[in-house]
Nanobody
């Protein structure tokens, strides 16, 4: 299973960005999907997750500003980021919990990361 993230970039505080991440390859099923981020000198942290049926969970720091969604038919997860702040600057990683075939166990997969930089 490969995850390809896109949509990062350099924006000003208050702007919006939309990240996308598509899972591809040998996929039998995809369960939860999510976004994490890692700022320089900090540990990777959860941003938002979403279950297959659409139930979302957010970090307190992004509640009300970010919205996670997914398209199960495309095995794609999105992160709409509004009212971006300087502290949102980080590398954003997508994640999914998936099964390659009916005979494989479920495991986590990670994308390569996409840089989001928010300037003043």
């Amino acid at each position: 299973v490969q995850l390809q993230a896109s949509g990062g970039g350099l924006v000003q505080a208050g702007d919006s960005l939309r990240l996308s991440c598509a899972a591809s390859g040998s996929i039998f099923s995809v369960n939860g999907m999510g976004w994490y981020r890692q700022a320089p000198g900090k540990q990777r942290e959860l941003v938002a997750t979403i279950t297959r049926d659409g139930s979302a969970n957010y970090a307190d720091s992004v509640k009300g500003r970010f919205t996670i969604s997914r398209d199960n038919a495309k095995n794609t997860v999105y992160l709409q980021m509004n009212s971006l702040k300087l502290e949102d600057t980080a590398v954003y990683y997508c994640n999914c919990n998936a099964r390659r075939t009916a005979f494989h166990t479920v495991r986590d997969y990670w994308g390569q990361g996409t840089q989001v930089t928010v300037s003043s």
